[in-house]
C-alpha cells in the first residue's frame, strides 16, 4: 500500500492518560503535517515537518501536545494529560518536495471520557 | 491572520441542477489556494491547487477558479456521488507551508 498509514484508528481514553498515535507517509515525502478535526469544522493545523525538523507549530497548540519526526520517516504526536476537549479525528499528511498537493491518512479517531 | 470562510454551510441540489460553492480568503500573499473532498469518516482527497488570480482548473463535472479575495468551485450537472464536504485551503507565501482550512461546504445531491 502506497498510502498514508495511521495507527490506531480508534483510541479510547480516560481523563487524564497519555496517548500516542503514529503516522507513517508515503516514501519519499519530505513534508508530514499533523492536523486535528472535530464535528462540521475543516481540519485544525496543529504542526508540520520538512524532514526530520519541525518548522511550524500553532499557537493554539497546547505544551500538552508535543510531536516528533526522528529520520524523517514516519512521526508520532502524544497529548499529555488528555482532557474532555481533545477528543476529535486527528489527521496526518504528507506531501512531495515539489508538489504542494497533501495525501491524507484515514485518521484517528481519539474519544477521551 | 490568515482565515477562509466557506459558504454555503450545506447545499442541497437536484441531480443535474449546477451550482457554485465558495471561498473567501485573507493572506499577506497567497502561495497557493486548494480545494479538497472529503467524504464521511474519511480524510480529505486533494482536488486542485491553484496560484494566481484568473487561474482555472476542471476535473471532470467540477470547476475550480480563482481571484485576488476568493475561489469559486463549480459543479456542473451533479451527480450524487459528488455528495461530499468540500474543503477550501489556503498557503501564505510568508507562513511557510502552514495550512489553514476552512469548515467545508456539505453538499448532498438528491438523485
Known amino acids: 500500500d502506497t498510502g498514508v498509514s495511521q495507527d490506531p484508528r480508534h483510541k479510547i481514553t480516560k481523563r487524564g492518560q497519555n496517548v500516542t498515535f503514529r503516522c507513517d507517509p508515503i516514501?519519499?515525502?519530505?513534508?508530514l503535517y499533523w492536523y486535528r478535526q472535530t464535528l462540521g469544522q475543516g481540519p485544525e493545523f496543529l504542526t508540520y515537518?520538512?524532514?526530520?525538523?519541525?518548522?511550524?507549530k500553532s499557537r493554539l497548540l497546547s505544551d500538552r501536545f508535543s510531536a516528533e519526526r526522528p529520520k524523517g520517516s514516519f512521526s508520532t504526536l502524544e497529548i499529555q494529560r488528555t482532557e474532555q476537549g481533545d477528543s476529535a479525528m486527528y489527521l496526518c499528511?504528507?506531501?512531495?518536495?515539489?508538489?504542494?498537493?497533501?495525501?491524507f491518512g484515514p485518521g484517528t479517531r481519539l474519544t477521551v471520557l | 491572520e490568515d482565515q477562509v470562510t466557506q459558504s454555503p454551510e450545506a447545499l442541497r441540489l437536484q441531480e443535474g441542477e449546477s451550482s457554485s460553492l465558495n471561498c473567501s480568503y485573507t493572506?499577506?500573499?497567497?502561495?497557493?489556494l486548494f480545494w479538497y473532498r472529503q467524504d464521511p469518516g474519511k480524510g480529505p482527497e486533494f482536488l486542485f491547487t491553484?496560484?494566481?488570480a484568473g487561474e482555472e482548473k476542471e476535473k471532470e463535472r467540477l470547476k475550480a477558479t480563482l481571484t485576488k479575495k476568493e475561489s469559486f468551485l463549480h459543479i456542473t450537472a451533479p451527480k450524487p456521488e459528488d455528495s461530499a464536504t468540500y474543503l477550501c485551503?489556503?498557503?501564505?507565501?510568508?507562513?511557510?507551508?502552514?495550512?489553514?482550512f476552512g469548515a467545508g461546504t456539505r453538499l448532498f445531491v438528491k438523485a
Open positions: 515537518f520538512q524532514n526530520e525538523a519541525q518548522l511550524e
Open positions: 499528511a504528507s506531501s512531495f518536495p515539489i508538489f504542494d498537493e497533501q495525501f
Open positions: 493572506v499577506s500573499g497567497l502561495r497557493g
Open positions: 491553484l496560484y494566481s
Open positions: 516514501s519519499e515525502h519530505n513534508r
Open positions: 485551503a489556503v498557503q501564505d507565501s510568508t507562513g511557510g507551508f502552514k495550512t489553514i
